[in-house]
């Protein structure tokens, strides 16, 4: 199937696989953790493939009050325009789930990826209305207001999931220090939480720029060819009360000397409170470098000392489940999925997702041959950010994660399904096809955690 607006000879599929792909028995499990405290993994579903152009990082996945499921899968190069006629940055494939992420059918092409879900109030109960704002583009210099592209999706339990409209729109940003002006900044990055208990409804975002008066230096690139690195990126958060039309600077944390200066800073970021009420934040610094962490106990207006974690590495994804586990999927090199139980962001129990994919892969995962689309040894062999990985990478580990029984009583007795989305690739940043085979493909799993 040919999605909208690229041209051919692109291949990217539909699959389609039965209902009956969500029950699974013990022997297609793979289970970590003790009778108490457990993750447990599902057989992968390939969600699409491409043969011609970039086919990775589905990084943004929403769901629709009747469970329908949205995927975001980029098209373009890293930080490059798409194929002609796509949108000038970040095109994307979007593709729609039913049934959990059992099976996935392509809807829109080249639209913005990279982008931020934002619930909105609707004053129907069966009903919701969902904003994604794409601040990929967003202009350089001090922060104002940016025209944004953003695109709205409505959705019920009766009629499912569907895009309505689609605008570009000025988000204002105020109360920010002042940026300096040769990158693009403040960028939007990880995700969005709503404050609990707090009026009125509060979304704390992060965002990571170089300010403008940074005295700290950088340097992530070595060589000739390596581009100036002018400092040290800083993690911004700052709150919107209309549901992401405007954001009102509240903090930011700067790099600090115990990290690498063989990094860009600190930009990816993730965001997510605890069940006691803090805020926890991750950020990378640069792949292959550990990922550090903060706290804050008075919602983003002030941060604890940054901390290294055992996790790694690019574009982490945080949640806290209903049963107060917390869970962190990231990577490069390789894929990991970490499960933090006690639900306090302290000690992460860690799952290489190379080598649970390799395990569980299977004819009903939608793949025609399931040997061209396992991941090295290399890639199965990483326990730490150290370890090698292969080149050219197999997966450039911007992973996807939406949680899918958040309002289940079950969860928050215990066991909770989140759904991850990942990528593997055929010849890393350069495209299909490659030492690793003819397509980049994207998959997605779900994953059950006791605690």
């Keep these: 199937m040919i999605a909208a607006g690229v041209a051919a000879p692109i291949l990217l599929r539909r ?138 999706w409505q959705d019920s339990a009766a009629a499912g999931i569907q895009r309505v409209d689609a605008e570009s729109i000025d988000v204002s940003m105020t109360g920010f220090p002042p940026m300096a002006g040769t990158k693009s900044g403040p960028a939007a990055s990880g995700n969005v939480v709503l404050l609990a208990g707090v009026s009125p409804p509060t979304n704390i975002g992060t965002f990571y720029g170089l300010l403008r008066n940074s005295s700290h230096s950088c340097h992530p690139y070595e060589g ?54 803090m805020l926890l934040s991750v950020f990378r610094l640069q792949c ?6 903060a706290f804050s106990t008075d919602h983003a207006r002030s941060w604890s000392t940054p901390e290294r974690t055992n996790t790694w590495a690019v574009y982490p994804q945080l949640r806290t489940l209903p049963n107060g586990a917390v869970v962190l999927a990231s990577g490069r090199p390789g894929l990991g999925f970490w499960t933090n139980y006690a639900g306090d962001g302290v000690e992460w129990e860690f799952h290489n997702l190379c080598a649970v994919h390799n ?28 370890s090698p990985g292969t080149w050219p990478p197999q997966t450039k580990a911007y992973l996807g994660m939406v949680l899918l029984d958040e309002t289940e009583p079950s969860c928050r007795g215990g066991s909770c399904d989140l759904l991850i989305a990942y990528d593997r690739l055929a010849n890393g940043n350069s495209g299909p096809p490659g030492p690793w085979g003819q397509v980049d493909a994207v998959f997605s799993m779900r994953v059950t955690v006791t605690a």
């Design 15 to 152: 699959v389609a696989l039965p209902r009956l792909h969500l029950v699974f028995t013990a022997a297609v499990l793979l289970s970590v953790g003790s009778a108490e405290r457990s993750t447990r993994f599902h057989p992968p579903t390939l969600v699409g493939e491409s043969n011609w152009s970039h086919f990775w990082m589905p990084a943004t996945i929403f769901k629709g009050v009747g469970g329908d499921l949205i995927m975001s899968i980029d098209l373009a190069g890293d930080g490059k325009p798409c194929p002609p006629p796509g949108h000038p940055q970040n095109c994307s494939a979007l593709y729609r789930s039913s049934n959990g992420g059992a099976s996935w059918a392509i809807v829109y092409g080249n639209i913005p990826g990279m982008a931020l879900p934002i619930p909105q109030p609707t004053s129907r109960p069966d009903a919701a209305e969902t904003r994604v704002y794409n601040f990929a583009s967003t202009a350089t210099g001090h922060p104002g207001s940016f025209s944004i592209f953003s695109s709205v």
């Design 224 to 277: 000739a060819s390596a581009p100036p690195w002018p400092g040290c990126d800083s993690a911004f958060f700052a709150a919107s009360t209309d549901y992401g039309r405007s954001w009102a600077y509240r903090s930011h944390i700067d790099w600090i000397p115990p990290m690498s200066t063989k990094a860009e800073g600190l930009t990816e970021s993730s965001i997510t409170q605890l069940r006691n009420g």
């Design 288 to 293: 292959n470098l550990p990922l550090y962490k």
């Design 359 to 386: 395990q569980l892969l299977e004819p009903s995962s939608g793949v025609q041959n399931r040997s061209a689309y396992l991941y090295q040894p290399t890639e199965v062999s990483v326990q730490n950010c150290s």
